[in-house]
C-alpha cells in the first residue's frame, strides 16, 4: 500500500488506542481490518472482512463495534432490494482526514483550556505527592501539603504556558 502520511498516522493512532483500550492482539487486528477496507476502497460486510481475513467473523465484529464506537471506522445501511438492509463498514482517506481534524481540534481546545487555568491562576504543588492546589486551597492549608505536610511550591506557570503555546501553534499550522 502507498505510505501516505494521513494514512500512517491514523493507523498508528487506532493500533495505540486500541492496544491501550483492550490488548496489543485487539490493536494489530484493527489495523489489519482496517488495511483491509482502505484496500477494497468499498462498502464491506463483516462476514467478507473474516474471509478476507481469515479470523473469525465474531472477534471481526468485537473490533469493528469497538471501533466504531470511538469514530475509527464508518458504518453504513444499504439496502440491496426494498425489503432487505444489510450493515456494511469503509474507510477512505475522507473518513481519515476528518477523523484527525476532529481529533487535533479536540486536542487544541483541551490545550486551550489548560492553557486558560495556567494564565489565570496561581498554582502550586506538593514536591512529595505531585497533588495541585489553587492559590485559595493553598492558603487555606497554610501553605502545605495536607495529606503528608510537605511545604507546597509555587508552579512555574510560564514555562509551561510557552511550551503549550508552541504546541498549538503547530497543531494549528497541520490543518
Ligand atoms: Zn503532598
Redesign the pocket.
Known amino acids: 500500500m502507498v505510505e501516505d502520511p494521513e494514512v500512517s498516522l491514523f493507523l498508528e493512532y487506532v493500533r495505540r488506542k486500541m492496544s491501550f483500550e483492550y490488548d496489543e492482539e485487539m490493536g494489530e487486528l484493527s489495523v489489519k481490518i482496517l488495511k483491509a477496507l482502505l484496500e477494497r476502497n468499498e462498502t464491506v460486510s463483516d462476514e467478507s472482512l473474516a474471509l478476507i481475513l481469515g479470523v473469525g467473523a465474531t472477534e471481526i465484529r468485537r473490533a469493528l463495534h469497538a471501533m466504531h464506537r470511538m469514530g475509527l471506522v464508518g458504518l453504513i445501511r444499504e439496502s440491496p432490494d426494498q425489503y432487505r438492509y444489510e450493515y456494511k463498514w469503509f474507510l477512505n482517506k475522507d473518513f481519515i482526514r476528518k477523523f484527525l481534524i476532529q481529533h487535533i481540534n479536540n486536542v487544541t481546545s483541551k490545550l486551550m483550556h489548560r492553557l486558560n487555568t495556567l494564565s489565570t491562576t496561581t498554582l502550586y504543588i506538593?514536591p512529595?505527592?505531585f497533588?495541585g492546589y489553587t492559590l485559595d486551597e493553598a492558603y487555606e492549608y497554610d501553605f502545605k501539603?495536607p495529606?503528608?505536610d510537605?511545604e507546597l511550591v509555587q508552579v512555574d506557570a510560564s514555562s509551561e504556558i510557552s511550551f503549550l503555546t508552541n504546541v498549538i501553534k503547530n497543531l494549528r499550522i497541520e490543518k
Do not use: L, S, V, Y
Open positions: 506538593c512529595t505527592c497533588r501539603c495529606r503528608d510537605t
